[in-house]
């Protein structure tokens, strides 16, 4: 059974970094493409972005500028940092996997979410 | 880049009925690149629908995904109550490079 789980702290400080990672289990981090996406409270989703294992990773260009995506597949996990962060990017953070099938897209495996809240 | 609309805000329904929401793109998109996903409260979304009409394993066959262009539906045939929560429609721009993926605002489909 596949699982992801988020983790990270819970409260940023305005214009610190948010920090979290993505905890892969029951399958290889190799397999698949794997992606961040925010919801604000009461809100829709937000995809921020993705990566592969070989490190390339594509971000969503209005948050391009300061949000980095990184894998570590010894520990089969992968990481989102975003920096200068304001009270507009409180959230909850998930992850997720993408569908694996060859020509089709969407997000098959999410996490459960972390709710990460940016205030002084 | 690409907008998603979806229509209705909200689908009030009852229990056994048919429910058919809309997802409009504000230009065209492969129907292989659009999903469907239902979110209840405090939970994460689930995938419903991907390559515009494919049930993952274990989504029950009330759920069907159609469309093509610039419309897709989500039709849910018969309303169980585990149904009525919040639906989103989900694109990956194939024309840009690198890829942007959007979701739409949602449609919430509650108890009448």
């Known amino acids: 059974q596949v699982q992801l789980q988020e983790s990270g702290p819970g409260l940023v400080k305005p214009s610190g970094t948010l920090s979290l990672t993505c905890v892969v289990s029951g399958d290889s981090i190799t397999n698949n493409w794997w992606s961040w996406t925010r919801q604000p409270p009461g809100k829709g989703l937000e995809w921020i972005g993705e990566i592969y294992h070989s490190g390339r990773a594509n971000y969503s260009p209005s948050l391009k500028s300061r949000v980095t995506i990184s894998m570590d597949k010894s520990k089969s996990h992968f990481s989102l940092n975003l920096s200068s962060v304001t009270a507009a990017d409180t959230a909850v953070y998930y992850c997720?996997?993408?569908?694996?099938?060859?020509?089709?897209?969407?997000?098959?495996?999410w996490g459960q979410g972390t709710m990460v809240t940016v205030s002084s | 880049d690409i907008v998603l609309t979806q229509s209705p805000g909200t689908l009030s329904l009852s229990p056994g009925e048919r429910a058919t929401l809309s997802c409009r793109a504000s230009?065209?998109?492969?129907?292989?690149?659009l999903a469907w996903y239902q979110q209840k409260p405090g939970q994460a979304p689930r995938l419903l629908i991907y390559g515009g009409s494919i049930r993952p394993t274990g989504i029950p066959d009330r759920f069907s995904g159609s469309g093509s262009g610039t419309d897709f539906t989500l039709t849910i045939s018969r309303l169980e109550p585990e149904d009525f929560a919040v639906y989103y429609c989900?694109?990956?721009?194939?024309?840009?490079?690198?890829?942007?993926?959007?979701f739409g605002p949602g449609t919430k489909v509650d108890i009448k």
């Open positions: 230009q065209t998109v492969s129907s292989s690149y």
């Open positions: 997720a996997r993408h569908v694996a099938v060859t020509g089709t897209r969407g997000f098959d495996i």
């Open positions: 989900h694109c990956q721009q194939y024309t840009n490079s690198p890829p942007l993926y959007t």
